[in-house]
C-alpha cells in the first residue's frame, strides 16, 4: 500500500513539475467546446439541446489526448523494470497510474465544466448531474486509456492507434454517461447513471490485468 | 491435440489434406443455397424479392459474430498457453471476420433503404454490428502496429478478448431492446419461426458459408506461416551475409 501512493506521489511531483501540460489539455477541451457553437451557430435555442452532449464528446477528446505518453517515459528510463523489481505488483502500479492521471486530467477539467458550460448555455439544473455522470465517466475514461495506451505502447502509430483502440470501447461510456447527465426528474440516481457506474466497475476489475499483461510484454520487448 | 498441432510443419501437412474438400463442399452448398434462395423459393408476401437479400446477410452477419468468438477462444489459448497457433489463427481469422462483418452491414443497408426508408437506422442492433466491425478492425491494426510482427499478437489478443463483452451485446440487442431489427427467428425458444421454403435456402447457405470461413481461415494461416518462415530465413540470410561496420566490433557473427 505504501509502495502504491509513493507510486502516485511520483506521478504527482513529475505532473507538478511540467504543470504547463495541465493547462495544455484543458485548453485544447476548451477550444473544442468553443469550435461548436463557431460551426453549429450561435443561437441559445439550437445550442441548449446539444450543450450536454457536445460537452462529453470535448471531455472525450481531450482526456483521450493527454493519454499516448502515459507508460512510454516510465518504459524508456527503466522505471517499469524498477517497478517490476520492487513489491508494488504490476496491476497496483496500473491503477496507481490511473489514479494519478484522473488527478491531474480529469479533475480539472471536471472543475472546468461549470465554467465552459456557460459557452454552451448549459442551464444550471443539469449542472449537479452532469457533474456527477463526468466524474463517473471520466474515471471509466481514465481506465479505458490505461488499456488503450498500454496495448499500443512500442507500436509505431502508438497516438493513433489508441484511439482506434479506445473509442469503440467508450462508447457504453459516452451512451450511459449521457443519458445521465440529463435525468427527467431531476433526481440524481437514475437508472443511467447506475448503469454507467456499473460500466466503471467492469472496467474496474479487467484494466488492471489487461493492461499489467500489456506493459509486461511491452517490457520484456526492450522499452519503446 | 493442442500440442500435436503445435508443431507448423504437422499443421500445414494436415491443412493441405483438409483445404480441398472444405472448399468444394463450401461452393457446392453455396451454389445450391443460391438456386434456391434466388429462384426455388418464395417471394415474401409483405417484402417481396428483397427478402432474398436475407439469405446472404443473415449467415454472414452470423459468422461475423461467430467468427469473433473463435477469434476470442484463439486469444485465451495464445494469452494463457502461448500457443503459437493460436497467434496465427487469430490474425487469420481477423481480416475474415471484418470482412463478414462489413458483408452483414452492407446487405442490411441494401435492405434497410427499400423496407426501412433509409440505408442506416442507429438501431441496437445495427450499432452493435459496426462496434464488431470497429474491434476486427483494431484488432487487425495492433497486431500489425509493430515494427516486429511478432511483436503485436500479446496486444491483439488482450484486445480481442476484451472486445468479446460486445458479442452477447450484438447477439441479444434485439431482445433487450424494442429495436426497428426483427427479433431471432432460428435460435429462440419456441423453435424456427420461418416458413421451411425460406428455411431450406438459410441453411444452406449457413452451412455453405461457416465452410468457407474455414476453409479462408486455412488458407490464410497457411500463408501467414509460409510469411514467418520466409522472413526468418531472410533474417538469417541477412546476418550470414552483414558483415561487421568496425573490425572492433565482435558481433555474434564476426
Excluded at chain 1, 452532449?53 to 518504459?75: E, Q, V
Excluded at chain 2, 426501412?116 to 464488431?132: E, F, K, P, Q
Excluded at chain 2, 460486445?166 to 434485439?174: E, L, M, Q, T
Excluded at chain 2, 522472413?231 to 568496425?246: E, F, G, I, Y
Aim: glycine share 6%; hydrophobic share 60%.
Amino acid at each position: 500500500m505504501n509502495a502504491f501512493i509513493q507510486q502516485i506521489q511520483r506521478d504527482l511531483a513529475i505532473a507538478w513539475a511540467s504543470r504547463l501540460d495541465i493547462g495544455v489539455i484543458l485548453l485544447f477541451f476548451v477550444i473544442i467546446v468553443t469550435m461548436f457553437p463557431l460551426a453549429i451557430g450561435p443561437q441559445p435555442e439550437i445550442l441548449r439541446p446539444l450543450a450536454v452532449p457536445l460537452l462529453w464528446i470535448a471531455a472525450f477528446l481531450s482526456i483521450l489526448a493527454g493519454f499516448d505518453r502515459l507508460f512510454a517515459a516510465d518504459l524508456r528510463d527503466g522505471w517499469l523494470d524498477q517497478v517490476a523489481l520492487s513489491k508494488l505488483p504490476l496491476f497496483a502500479y496500473v491503477i496507481a497510474k490511473a489514479v494519478a492521471h484522473w488527478l491531474v486530467s480529469g479533475l480539472p477539467l471536471l472543475l472546468a465544466v461549470p465554467i465552459v458550460g456557460l459557452l454552451l448555455q448549459v442551464e444550471s439544473a443539469v449542472l449537479p448531474s452532469l457533474v456527477i455522470a463526468l466524474l463517473i465517466g471520466t474515471a471509466a475514461l481514465t481506465l479505458l486509456g490505461v488499456i488503450g495506451a498500454s496495448l499500443a505502447s512500442g507500436a509505431r502509430q502508438a497516438g493513433g492507434l489508441m484511439a482506434l483502440l479506445v473509442l469503440p470501447l467508450a462508447l457504453p461510456v459516452l451512451i450511459f454517461g449521457v443519458l445521465a447527465s440529463q435525468p427527467e426528474a431531476g433526481s440524481f440516481m437514475s437508472p443511467h447513471l447506475k448503469l454507467l457506474a456499473a460500466v466503471l466497475m467492469v472496467l474496474l476489475a479487467i484494466a488492471p490485468p489487461v493492461a499489467a499483461a500489456a506493459l509486461a510484454e511491452a517490457d520484456d520487448d526492450g522499452g519503446a | 491435440m493442442f500440442d500435436y498441432l503445435a508443431n507448423p510443419t504437422r499443421f500445414v501437412r494436415i491443412a493441405d489434406v483438409l483445404f480441398r474438400p472444405v472448399a468444394i463442399l463450401a461452393t457446392g452448398l453455396i451454389l445450391v443455397g443460391l438456386y434456391f434462395a434466388l429462384f426455388a423459393s418464395p417471394a415474401d408476401y409483405q417484402q417481396g424479392d428483397t427478402v432474398r437479400i436475407m439469405y446472404v446477410h443473415v449467415p454472414a452477419a452470423w459468422l461475423a459474430v461467430l467468427g469473433y468468438v473463435a477469434m476470442g477462444v484463439c486469444a485465451l489459448f495464445y494469452i494463457v498457453w502461448r500457443h503459437p497457433l493460436a497467434d496465427i489463427a487469430l490474425r487469420a481469422m481477423a481480416p475474415v471476420g471484418a470482412l463478414f462483418a462489413l458483408l452483414t452491414l452492407v446487405t442490411g443497408s441494401l435492405w434497410g433503404k427499400p423496407m426501412w426508408g433509409a440505408w442506416w437506422v442507429w438501431d441496437a442492433r445495427l450499432t452493435s454490428m459496426l462496434i464488431l466491425f470497429f474491434f476486427y478492425v483494431a484488432v487487425i491494426a495492433l497486431a500489425n502496429g509493430f515494427d516486429r510482427a511478432e511483436r503485436g499478437s500479446r496486444p491483439a489478443a488482450l484486445l480481442a478478448l476484451v472486445g468479446v463483452l460486445n458479442v452477447p451485446i450484438v447477439k441479444f440487442s434485439v431482445d433487450w431492446w424494442n429495436t426497428l431489427h426483427q427479433p431471432a427467428s432460428l435460435i429462440r425458444s419456441g423453435g424456427v419461426s420461418i416458413d421451411p421454403s425460406m428455411l431450406t435456402p438459410l441453411l444452406f447457405m449457413l452451412a455453405g458459408f461457416h465452410l468457407y470461413f474455414v476453409a479462408l481461415v486455412i488458407l490464410r494461416m497457411k500463408a501467414l506461416l509460409i510469411e514467418r518462415r520466409i522472413t526468418s530465413l531472410q533474417l538469417r540470410q541477412a546476418r550470414q551475409t552483414a558483415k561487421p561496420v568496425h573490425p572492433t566490433n565482435t558481433g555474434p557473427n564476426a
